[in-house]
């Protein structure tokens, strides 16, 4: 799920944001604020993934407010004035709501926060096999006539190849290779992996280094980070960064 902080001074217009966040299985709403003073209050104490935030405010304007957070989450930012667009993006926003916008409209702005998330948000495993190991700890996956057991924690990272994925592990050299899809995969991960490229999955716990725009895996595995994945990404190791 995508926590979601919704910001409007028009009580209207905020009514209609939060419905519309409520329709899209994949948001949830943290909180709904009048004002982007209230959002920071709540900011505080509360975590989020995206802010939805109106431009045109009184006291905060919304651009002024995500500007003045030092981590600002992703934004879609909402305005009656179409003027504002091209500063929306300066600030890399994901995507510009122009009131009055309809329910297709919205969605599609939804769709866009999914992607940049890169999916740091998913679900843990359902169970895929039977027995009594812990849920989360193993995928059965074809590989040609096999169904080969894998520990999900051994898994490195995962390459996408267009209707294939390649499963790398530590365990062993060669990569298993499934007729599987990049979306479908990581349906079935748990928290600790986060997709870093539209053909890369990592396993966070095995970084040895991130380097500008690659993320180092091992001595001969340097993997990129692509646009779309990159705040996601950088907000995550934000979180376990120590030091100045």
Known sequence: MIRCLAIDDEPLALKQLVS????????????????????????RSETVDAIFCDINMPDLGGMEFVKSLAVPPLIVFTTAYSEYAVEGFRVNAVDYLLKPYSLQEFQRAANRLKERMGFIHMEPLAPLAFGKEERGDTLFLKAGQRIVKVSVPDIRYIEGMSEYVKVWLDSQAKPIVTLLSMTKITENLPRYFMRIHRSYIINLNKIQEVNKNRVIMDANTYLPIGDLYKDAFQRYLDTKFLGK
């Open 20 to 43: 519309y966040i409520k329709k899209v299985s994949f948001l949830e709403l943290t909180a709904q604020c009048h004002s982007a003073m209230e959002a920071r209050s709540i900011l």
